[in-house]
């Protein structure tokens, strides 16, 4: 079974631009996550969806906004963007949205923003 | 203070030795928790998951939880080269949202 894919896996975009990054989870998996990993840091959590729904959203500004499609992919878009955006971006599938289910991460897309 | 607190390191290590890494978490509340491997460059791999106190085996790791002292801990027995990496604490505080340390590096010797 194919994990959980995310593209592009590296992209670059200039300060003010917009950023739309996909996620696809693991099939079967109806939850979806996305995190923030920075240099050095472990990651930190922007959304959670479950069902098409916003179940939580971490400390981000409202420049970052997601949703879950039919199909449970992904989108996270960044709006109006800052050289400190620049990050590894983590998308995270589980199959249920309970507290214990384990989140399995994709590979990543590795933004920089100059 | 931070929610969850892990020794930056590096942790040094010879071949074959046991790798000890810790965490501590300050949600008294906090039900479920995992340890993450992560190679440089890459994503972050699920290791371990613990919800009950005591210990849990899986191969050559065993995580330890102790929720009246909030602290988890990951034992590596046997280490080997390649389980250098960054080890991640994560903790979960509800609808999924897990609060991750700042890592471990461990450095395996041969």
Redo the contacts between chains.
């Keep these: 079974d194919a994990g959980v894919t995310q593209s592009p896996t590296h992209l670059i975009k200039t300060r003010g631009q917009h950023v739309t990054l996909r996620c696809s989870p693991i099939s079967g998996h109806k939850?979806v996550?996305w995190?923030q990993q920075v240099l050095?840091?472990?990651?930190?959590?922007i959304f959670?969806y479950?069902e098409k729904e916003e179940?939580?959203r971490?400390n981000f500004p409202d420049r970052f906004s997601a949703r879950q499609f039919p199909n449970y992919s992904s989108e996270l878009n960044v709006n109006a963007l800052l050289l400190g955006d620049s990050a590894?971006y983590?998308c995270a599938s589980?199959q249920w949205?309970?507290?214990?289910?384990?989140?399995?991460?994709?590979?990543?897309t590795r933004l920089t923003v100059t | 203070q931070k929610e969850?607190e892990q020794n930056s390191g590096p942790l040094s290590v010879p071949e074959g030795a046991i790798a000890s890494l810790n965490c501590t978490y300050s949600d008294r509340g906090s039900?479920?928790f995992?340890w993450?491997r992560q190679y440089s460059g890459?994503?972050?791999?699920?290791i371990m998951?613990i919800?009950s106190n005591g210990d849990k085996e899986d191969g050559r790791f065993t995580a330890q939880l102790n929720k009246a002292s909030q602290y988890v801990s990951l034992l590596i027995r046997d280490s080997q080269p390649s389980d250098s990496a960054t080890y991640?604490c994560?903790v979960?505080t509800?609808?999924?949202?897990?609060?991750?340390?700042?890592?471990t590096r461990l450095l395996v010797s041969p």
């Design positions: 939850s996550s995190y050095g840091q472990g990651p930190q959590f959670q479950y179940r939580g971490g590894l983590l589980s949205g309970q507290n214990n289910s384990p989140l399995h991460f994709g590979n990543g | 969850v039900q479920s995992f993450y890459k994503s972050p791999e699920l998951s919800y991640l994560a979960n509800g609808f999924q949202k897990l609060v991750f340390g700042t890592g």
